[in-house]
C-alpha cells in the first residue's frame, strides 16, 4: 500500500512539473512609470503591485513600443515593431452611431444590430494574417481570455478572431465611455462585448471579477490571461470614497484624487487575481506581468523625474513599469535592462517552452534567461517610430536608444535630439551638437532598421511651417523666444516679432498643423500641455513671456464646467488653486533654462460674458507676483499699462483688445523681452 502511495504522489508530481505554466499578462492603460509606490511614489498606494515587485523583478529601462496605445498593443500581441506592422499610431473609431455624420460625430460608438459603417477602412487596426501569441499558445492547448480595452479593431479583427476563446470588454474602444455601470455616458452607449451586471458596478473591479472566474474555471488546465484595463485613461472617473482617501493625504506633485483611486482601483484588482491564483493553487506555475501601453498622460500624473508624458518622445511618454513574477525569477531583483514590449512574445514563448511560429520574423528579444539569472540582454538598440502629424507640437518622429544614448529625429524642426539617459533622465542637455560623430552613428543605426522594416517615413506636410520669427525672414543666429498665453496675447505674439526684427525669432504654439496660434487658456490646460509648448519648434529657448490668469478667474457651472455669466458660479480655477497650478507650471518653465518673464493679466471691463468680476484681476495677479517673487521672475505689468487707457485701447465691455491695443502692448511686451536679452 505504501508503495502505491508513493507511486500515486509521484505520479502526480510529475504531472504537475509537466504541465505548461500559465500566463498573466497586465497592461494598464495611460500608466506613467511613477505612478507606483514601488517606483517611487508616496502618494500613491499600490500594496498589492508592490508585493507583485518585491516577488519577483522590477525593471527600471522597460518601454513600450510607442507612445501612444494601438501601436504597442500591437507589439505586445504579436512580437513584432509598429513600423513593421504599418500599425504607428492609436486606432481611430470605425463603428458610428447609425444615421449621424461622422464628421459631426467623430467619436460615436453603437454596437449590435443598428450599427453602420459610415467611414472610410481604417489604416491603424491589426491586420488578421498577424499571428498572436494568444494564436500560438491557443494552439498549444491553453485556454485564453482577453479583458478590457483591446483597441485594435472589431468583428473578426476583435480579440474572439486573433486567438481569443474569451473576451470581456474588448471592441475599437480607445476608452470607455463611462467607468460605472453600464458603462455609457447620455452620448455613447455602452461596451458592446461587457454586457451589464451590477447597478453602480465600477469597470475596473468588473475587470477584475472577470479574470478571478476565468483563472477558477481553468485552473486544471494550462492558461493565458490577458487583462489589459481600460483604466487608468479617460475619462477620470473614480469610486467616491477611494477619491475621498486621496483627497485627505498631504498634498505633493503627483495629487490628483481622483486619477489616484483610479490606480488603487487597477491595485484592488490586481489583489483579487493573486488571491485567486494563490486559492486555486497554481501561483506555482504562473508566470504574471504587469507593465503599461503607454507613458502617463499629463495633466492627471505627472512622470517627474521623466520628461514630458504620453504621444511625446522623451521619456515620459514611452518609459513604463514592468514586473515580472513566476517560477525561477529571483524576489527582491530590480533590473536596469533595457526592455521594450516586442520582448513579451518571444518571453513567454521561451517560459511556456512553446515553439515559435514558423516563418514570422519577431523583433524582440526573449528576457527568460535574464529572469532566471540575470545574465545580460542581448540586444544593440531599441526602436520607435511616430510618423504622423497629430499638430504642430508633436511633429513626426524616430527615437533609437542604444546603451546610455538616446537619438531622436524629427522630420520638422530641428533634425536631431542627443541624451545621455545615464546621467540625465529627465532629458534637459541635448548633445547633438556636442557628439556629432554618437548622432551619425545612432542615425546610421536607425536608419538602416527604418529600411530592413519597411517603414513608412512622413510625407511632407503641406500645412508646415518651419520655425521662423513672427513677421520677419528666419535667422538661426538669433535668441529664440517663446509666448505662451491666453488670447489677449495671441493678439500681439505677431506684432512682438515685427517689433524685435533682426533681433529675435519669436514663436508661439500652434494648433492644426501651424495653421493657428493656440490659446493658452488658464492654469488648468496650462498643467496639462506645458510640456507640449516647451517642445513646440523644437524647443531650446532663450526667453519665455508667459501670462495665465484671464481664463482662471471667470465663471464656470459647478456641474458642467462650461462658461457661465452667473457671478454666484465658482471660478474656473479658485485662488489657491490658481496658485498651485501656476507654482507647478513655473517649476516646469525653470528647468527649460531660459529666461522667464511673467506677464499680468489684463483688466476686465463691466459686463464681459463668460462673468467676471473687475476686481478679480487684482486679486490673481496678486497671487502671481507672489509665485513670481518666490522664483525671482521678473513681471512685465500688463495691468497697469492698460488700465489708464483702456478707453482707447480696449473694445468695448470686452476682455479683448483693439489693433491698436494689441500693438501698444506688443511693444511693451518687446521692451521686456529685450531686458531679459540683455541679461544673457
Known amino acids: 500500500m505504501r508503495l502505491i502511495l508513493i507511486l500515486l504522489f509521484a505520479s502526480v508530481a510529475v504531472s504537475a512539473r509537466a504541465q505548461k505554466p500559465n500566463i498573466v499578462l497586465v497592461v494598464v492603460d ?81 454596437g449590435g444590430a443598428n450599427r453602420q459603417l459610415l467611414c472610410p477602412p ?59 455601470d453600464p458603462y455609457k455616458n447620455k452620448r455613447l452607449p455602452g461596451i458592446p462585448t461587457l454586457a451589464p451586471r451590477d447597478e453602480g458596478e465600477y469597470l475596473t473591479d468588473r475587470e477584475g471579477d472577470e479574470a478571478v472566474a476565468f483563472i477558477e474555471r481553468n485552473k486544471e488546465r494550462p492558461f493565458f490571461l490577458h487583462l489589459a484595463h481600460y483604466a487608468v485613461h479617460t475619462p477620470i472617473q473614480a469610486k467616491p470614497a477611494l477619491t475621498a482617501h486621496y483627497d485627505a493625504k498631504p498634498k505633493t506633485r503627483q495629487k490628483n484624487a481622483k486619477y489616484a483611486a483610479m490606480v488603487h482601483s487597477v491595485d484592488d484588482a490586481m489583489g483579487k487575481v493573486s488571491a485567486a491564483l494563490n486559492a486555486c493553487g ?29 504621444g511625446f518622445s522623451y521619456e515620459g511618454g514611452v518609459r513604463v513599469p514592468l514586473i515580472v513574477k513566476g517560477p525561477g525569477i529571483a524576489e527582491h531583483g530590480t533590473s536596469s535592462a533595457i526592455a521594450t514590449s516586442v520582448d513579451y512574445f518571444p518571453t513567454i514563448l521561451e517560459l511556456t517552452g512553446v515553439p515559435r511560429p514558423e516563418g514570422r520574423a519577431l523583433d524582440g528579444v526573449s528576457l527568460a534567461t535574464h529572469l532566471k539569472t540575470n545574465a545580460a540582454v542581448q540586444r544593440d538598440a531599441v526602436f520607435w517610430h ?95 523666444v517663446l509666448i505662451l498665453g491666453d488670447s489677449i496675447s495671441i493678439g500681439y505674439t505677431s506684432e512682438v516679432g515685427k517689433v524685435l526684427t533682426k533681433e529675435a525669432n519669436v514663436f508661439r504654439p500652434t494648433r492644426n498643423n501651424g495653421k493657428n496660434a493656440e490659446n493658452c487658456q488658464g492654469t488648468n490646460h496650462g498643467v496639462r500641455r506645458i510640456d507640449a509648448w516647451i517642445a513646440a519648434h523644437g524647443g531650446k529657448w532663450d526667453v ?32 489657491e488653486l490658481y496658485r498651485k497650478q501656476l507654482t507647478e507650471i513655473v517649476a516646469k518653465l525653470r528647468k527649460t533654462g531660459a529666461k522667464l518673464i511673467f506677464a499680468t493679466t489684463t483688466p476686465v471691463p463691466q459686463g464681459v460674458r ?10 490673481y495677479n496678486q497671487i502671481a507676483r507672489a509665485v513670481m517673487g518666490d522664483h525671482k521672475i521678473p513681471v512685465n505689468d500688463l495691468f497697469a499699462f492698460a488700465e489708464p487707457r483702456l478707453d482707447e485701447l480696449q473694445k468695448n465691455a470686452d476682455v479683448h483688445f483693439k489693433p491698436k491695443g494689441s500693438k501698444a502692448l506688443a511693444r511693451q511686451v518687446a521692451r521686456s523681452v529685450r531686458r531679459a536679452l540683455r541679461r544673457r
Open 282 to 310: 497554481v501561483q506555482d506555475r504562473t508566470y504574471i506581468i504587469f507593465t503599461s501601453d503607454n507613458g502617463g498622460l499629463l495633466g492627471p500624473t505627472h512622470n517627474a523625474p521623466l520628461r514630458s508624458g504620453k
Open 386 to 480: 511616430f510618423p504622423h502629424y497629430r499638430g504642430a507640437n508633436v511633429t513626426p518622429y524616430s527615437i533609437v536608444r542604444s546603451g546610455k544614448f538616446k537619438l531622436i529625429k524629427r522630420y520638422e524642426g530641428p533634425t536631431f535630439e542627443l541624451f545621455d539617459l545615464a546621467d540625465d533622465l529627465g532629458e534637459t542637455t541635448d548633445l547633438s551638437e556636442k557628439h556629432p560623430e554618437v548622432v551619425k552613428q545612432l542615425h546610421g543605426i536607425l536608419a538602416a532598421h527604418l529600411k530592413e522594416l519597411g517603414a513608412k517615413l512622413p510625407r511632407k506636410n503641406p500645412d508646415y511651417r518651419a520655425p521662423a520669427a513672427e513677421g520677419s525672414a528666419r535667422d538661426s543666429s538669433l535668441p529664440r
Open 544 to 575: 519665455i513671456h508667459f501670462n495665465f490668469g484671464l481664463h482662471d478667474l471667470k465663471r464656470v457651472k459647478a456641474d458642467t464646467g462650461k462658461n457661465s455669466n452667473d457671478p454666484n458660479d465658482p471660478y474656473q480655477a479658485a485662488p
Open 30 to 110: 495611460d500608466l506613467g512609470w511613477a505612478d507606483l509606490t514601488c517606483q517611487g511614489s508616496t502618494y500613491f498606494e499600490t500594496p498589492n503591485i508592490d508585493r507583485l515587485a518585491s516577488g519577483g523583478m522590477r525593471f527600471t529601462d522597460a518601454y513600450a513600443a510607442c507612445a501612444v496605445c494601438s501601436p504597442t498593443r500591437a507589439a505586445v500581441m504579436t512580437g513584432r515593431y509598429p513600423a513593421r506592422l504599418g500599425l504607428t499610431d492609436w486606432m481611430r473609431p470605425s463603428w458610428r452611431r447609425a444615421g449621424k455624420n461622422p464628421k459631426e460625430n467623430p467619436t460615436e460608438y453603437v
Open 122 to 180: 481604417n489604416p491603424f487596426w491589426m491586420e488578421t494574417d498577424e499571428v498572436t501569441i494568444a494564436e500560438v499558445l491557443r494552439g498549444a492547448g491553453y485556454a485564453t481570455c482577453h479583458i478590457g480595452k483591446w483597441h485594435l479593431g472589431h468583428d473578426n479583427r476583435a480579440p474572439t478572431g486573433q486567438g481569443f476563446a474569451e473576451n470581456f470588454g474588448g471592441w475599437d474602444l480607445g476608452q470607455p465611455p463611462s467607468y460605472f
Open 610 to 619: 463668460p462673468y467676471r468680476a473687475t476686481d478679480d484681476p487684482k486679486i
